[in-house]
């Protein structure tokens, strides 16, 4: 975030001084208001672009094996422009890496997902997975896997078939 702000600030300054340049070269004559404005702007394109270029960044700088199962693209009334395009706010990862299955239960499957957000902190979960009953549930306190490998003490959501985060984690089953 700090080298965020960081680029911001030197967009304005690098705005004003273009403009400062541009007006010794033609004497003065460029009215005042035009440096802070240029300035002003030149902030405003910076943040632009770093919200836009979020996504894209982020997901270049994941690991192999972390797939992206669903994202949220924002529109906001104070931004107007997100309403001719959208920008992605946050997504869910699958970490494909992380997956493990059971051999007498095929079709349940335990993975690590991650939620990220543009300014919020990454958030891990662990989830399982029924690939044949279209179900998933966050392993969150008291869910444990019993004796018999089941999963035991999960709180069940029924999905659509077609979920992103249950057809990630259950390509290939």
């Not at 662990?126 to 490998?149: H, K, M, Q, S, Y």
């Not at 992103?164 to 290939?172: I, N, Q, R, T």
């Amino acid at each position: 975030m700090f080298l965020e702000l960081l680029g911001v600030v030197l967009a304005g300054v690098t705005g004003a001084l273009v403009v400062y340049a541009a007006n010794r070269a033609t004497g003065g004559r460029l009215p005042r208001w035009l440096m802070p404005a240029v300035a002003g702007l030149a902030m405003i394109a910076a943040t632009i672009s770093l919200e836009y270029s979020w996504y894209g960044r982020t997901v270049a700088a994941l690991p192999e094996g972390i797939v992206v199962a669903d994202k949220v693209e924002e529109r906001a009334a104070f931004r107007p422009w997100t309403y001719l395009v959208p920008y992605v706010d946050r997504f869910v990862a699958v970490d494909r890496t992380s997956l493990r299955t059971n051999p007498d239960r095929p079709d349940e499957r335990i993975a690590t997902m991650y939620f990220f957000g543009r300014w919020a902190p990454l958030r891990r979960v662990p989830v399982a997975f029924d690939c044949a009953g279209n179900r998933r549930a966050a392993l969150v306190e008291g869910a444990d896997i019993g004796t018999n490998g089941a999963i035991e003490g999960a709180d069940w959501t029924q999905a659509p078939p077609d979920d992103p985060l249950l057809l990630v984690a259950c390509a290939g089953a």
